[in-house]
T-cell receptor, first 115, second 114 residues
Framework: SAVISQKPSRDICQRGTSLTIQCQVD?????MFWYRQQPGQSLTLIAT?????????ESGFVIDKFPISRPNLTFSTLTVSNMSPEDSSIYLC????????????FGSGTRLTVV | AQSVTQPDIHITVSEGASLELRCNYS??????LFWYVQSPGQGLQLLLK??????LVQGIKGFEAEFKRSQSSFNLRKPSVHWSDAAEYFC????????????FGTGTQLKVEL
């Protein structure tokens, strides 16, 4: 299965600033998924990132707040913009293995605290 | 809309006791189904998956799950729980075929009493 390197693993940021999270995959993948896990909650999909096209955002998430780049088939970034304490969460990237049949692999996550 | 439901938010079992975590799904067609575990401060680990065939699937760490189409369920079981099994467990589903998002249930927090 794919191996994902995600960084940073954690960060503490001032409100009003932005943080860019990177995910590097060891193989080429068509789609990458970005999730948010708020404290004590489940995972919620933010957006799906395809190489060569704009990301597709889920309801409640907008590009201005969570811009995503997907410059090639092994890399993607998620930016959390103009942060507020409500953005304090774990952010995870994910890819599917074997067109989903083998499961979905997740990065180790970025634990973000906004103060 | 597609959804995955985990009715139990918290479950406490004694070490050595059996465990069953419930999961129900609502999809137009039978989805791919997964169970993940998340230990405190750790990432998500895939326990097992179902996509077709045998409805009883075996996973890692001694876990198994049974797919029941008639009940739209995919419950996770373990015959004897170990203290190290204490964690958050997530059931998730995805439409068949490639390029589909994974939808998570709300999770079940498992506590193991020694």
């Amino acid at each position: 299965s794919a191996v994902i390197s995600q960084k940073p693993s954690r960060d503490i940021c001032q409100r009003g600033t932005s943080l860019t999270i990177q995910c590097q995959v060891d193989s080429q993948v068509t789609m990458m998924f970005w999730y948010r896990q708020q404290p004590g909650q489940s995972l919620t999909l933010i957006a799906t990132a395809n190489q060569g096209s704009e990301a597709t955002y889920e309801s409640g998430f907008v590009i201005d707040k969570f811009p995503i780049s997907r410059p090639n088939l092994t890399f993607s970034t998620l930016t959390v913009s103009n942060m507020s304490p409500e953005d304090s969460s774990i952010y995870l990237c994910s890819v599917e293995d074997g067109q989903g049949r083998n499961g979905y692999t997740f990065g180790s996550g970025t634990r973000l605290t906004v103060v | 809309a597609q959804s995955v439901t985990q009715p139990d938010i918290h479950i406490t079992v004694s070490e050595g006791a059996s465990l069953e975590l419930r999961c129900n799904y609502s999809y137009g067609a039978t989805p791919y189904l997964f169970w993940y575990v998340q230990s405190p401060g750790q990432g998500l680990q895939l326990l097992l998956k179902y996509f077709s065939g045998d409805t009883l699937v075996q996973g890692i760490k001694g876990f198994e799950a049974e797919f029941k189409r008639s009940q739209s369920s995919f419950n996770l079981r373990k015959p004897s729980v170990h203290w190290s099994d204490a964690a958050e467990y997530f059931c998730a589903g995805a439409n068949r075929g490639g390029g589909n998002k994974l939808t998570f249930g709300t999770g079940t927090q498992l506590k193991v009493e020694l």
